[in-house]
């Protein structure tokens, strides 16, 4: 079954490379702007995972979590970050508010898909 | 698919915009606007470019955006404020970000020396770079993953795993079969299930964990691997990993931070705090059994969630209006090029075909004529909205000027602030390219010469800091572009004596105001006298006035003592195609912009009253209105002596001063497509480009501005001098 992954990111660059490595890894992909727009999309995209970036206008992904966790239905979603930050109390927030794992930009292509495979369903 | 190029274009497109929004964010800052989302908005941006920077390896650009982007975080933080000597700083790096981004755009060498004058600004209010920084940066190489565990021993053999993930493990989105399933690949796995803690049905919560897993697993990948399985539960789970038959070893692996105990205190607020979602759905219908806790299989929204989404709908209408800049798409200016020759050529094909069918005196009623006129109705709407797609708002340029005003001022102890005006004005992409350098000329141009020194302002009275105010606007047809400061306007007599000095001009010249600020435009009149540390780059008014003509455009200047100087460029909206009247004059055709055209008219022969035998006035509802005889000003023929036999055509220029043309007769009105002149022949004055008609005919599209003024020019008394301009100006042609 082709695995389906909604990426959140404001940066038209990130999205694109983020299209280009997992549409091509054979992933079904739906970008999202931010984090209101990633929401917007979750219901007609209805992904395994989601790859949303933490600093973006509108709603940051945080926000992004907050409301996604806030809703019964997408409670076991894995959500991963994709993120330049790094520090721990970032972390640990994304963690309480209910984030399923961490990457760091820039990424790793192989390891990004690797990373969805693992949590996706 | 995209490959490797196309996405550095994206990247460097989005740099672009991202830059312009810095720009705009930096300036706001300056102007005492310190609200946190202008501030974010900076970060953001900065921060962006730093993302991708850091995914294309432009170390340079990665280095200096972390830093310049670490002193926005302090002052969004709150930890700074922006004061003065801050905000000048911050737009010097986003001047020096801007220059990092072009030149690595370009694959030029960046100015290494300019991004370590710049590090050391932020550096006196960051202190010197930390090594927490540089440790930051190792992030920054291309492997990305954050392991917190650095044994990265070769520990191929049996492997003894105890695996017990936290109760809430489900809702944070993990799943163990899948983790128990990878590991797996990794060779033979025997895995022995721990349900001890589950509790009796009653108290049993769907959402949560109850089991544990012992596994034992035989494999020749490296202890790093196993880990790199366990990487996202890090914290979510008391995990042992133990190589068989190797006690020493596996003690010093008993300590891995994987270890709930030992982990941060982050993991122990996970298990304790309880978690306020899983209440809500243990109660909803959908909840997952326990058999089957994985929350992967995504049952169908309840009503209510689907209703949300259809207001969710809605809602996003309505902003994607607000947003506007959302919906769009990027299309390389090559293909829209393309669409618009096309286009044009369509609309020239279908002129002939309209031309073969009157000849054939097809009656208007008849079917194909209809046809006809619908067709010649959709090219039409086809060709306004190919220009729509090429206009693009002048913001991004204005933008630009701040910088160039802020380093003009810098270079000559001058203070200076830019005001800008009707950024939103539309203009055709190729205009706004081709305008840059002459802009740019001319606004250091007035912060240069225009403006005063700042003591010399404060001794007469001015505000020390001068203004130079840029402003565009959609003025009949065109655009109208203005460059104003508040300086001490031309120094006439100057002006006047440096061109006789250079024998521009006859020493005895009488010239009045207007053409003295005229002689600014000639080749060869530089202010060399008055260098400075911005005026010694060689380009001179006139290839201002060069650039701007050869974009069909015209320069007016115009200066009041102690008042200031500004410049007035039109520009037509687009270099493609126009509405024109088309005319005959001596025999040719020709087209007049139907922009300029005030009126039409027939006028009886005492409206026009003779200055000379040649020069006219004509009468037009009790104004008088200079008459130019179109025939006589391109040198067709002599002037007429009757203008009675002619059709006058009232046209009227930006400034709103109107003339009227005469010509022998209106043939009729159409859309013409603009085939430059200037590229295989040059520039000729009174003539804006040609045309092809639907009949094969080329005809001149005449530019009635420059016409007017050219023959003001030649009916002026000061003849010589104007003839001796003119031969000039005809040498640089």
Redesign the interface.
Known sequence: MTIKVLAID?????R??L??AL??AGFEVTLA?DG?DG??KL??C?P?VVITDL???VMDGFGFIENV????????????ILT?E?A?EL??KA??M???????????EE?LVA?IR??A? | ??NGN??LD??Y??CEDLLVAMDEGLRELSEGESDPETI??I??AV??I???A??FDLTELVRFSHRFETLLDELRAGRMTAEEDLIEVLQFSGDHLGDLVTAARNGEESDTEATERNLGLINKFLGPEKSSDEE?EI??E?????FDLGLATGGAGRHAITFRPTRDV??????PF??LR?LAELGTLEVTLDASEVPTLDDLDP?ENYLSWSILLETESSDQAIQE?F??VD??CTLEIRPEGDAAEGAALDTTPFDLAAG????A??TV?P?P??V??AA?P???VVSEP??????P??AA?EAA?AA??R??QG?QKAKGS?ASIRVDLERVDKLVNVVGELVIHQAMLFQALENMRLSSGSELATGLDELSQLSREIQESVMAIRAQQIKPLFQRMFRIVREAGAATGKKAVLETAGEMTEVDTAVIEKLADPLTHMIRNAVDHGLEAPDKRVQIGKAETGTIRLSAAHRSGRVAITIADDGAGINRPKVKSIAIEKGLIPADADLTDAEIDNLLFLPGFSTASEVSALSGRGVGMDVVKNAIQSLGGRVTISSRPNEGTSFLVSLPLTLAVLDGMVVEVAGHPMVIPITAIVETLKPPKQDFHGLDSSDWVLSVRGTYVPVVDVGAALGFRTAKDDPTNSVVIIIEDEESSRTALLVDGIQDQRQVVIKSLEENYGHIDGVAAATVFGDGRVALILDPSSLVEQISRVGDPSNGTRIAMEERHAATA
């Open positions: 404001d940066s038209r660059t990130m694109n490379m299209n280009y549409a091509g702007e209101q929401l917007e219901g007609n209805d395994d600093n973006m206008p966790r806030g809703q019964s239905h997408w409670l076991g979603l894995p959500i991963l330049t790094s721990e972390k640990a963690r309480k209910g984030a399923t794992g961490w990457i760091v930009k820039p990424f790793d390891k990373a693992r949590v369903s | 698919m995209a196309d996405l994206t990247f497109q989005e974010n908005a970060f953001r921060h962006s730093k993302g991708g850091g995914a930051v992030e920054f291309p492997v990305s993953f954050d489900y809702q944070l989105g993990h799943e899948r983790i990878e959402e399985v990487e996202f914290g979510l941060s205190g982050v993991s607020a996970t705090e978690v979602a899983p809500e759905v909803a959908e909840a997952p994985t929350g992967s299989e995504p049952a929204p309840p969630a989404q969710d709908a809602d996003k902003k959302n």
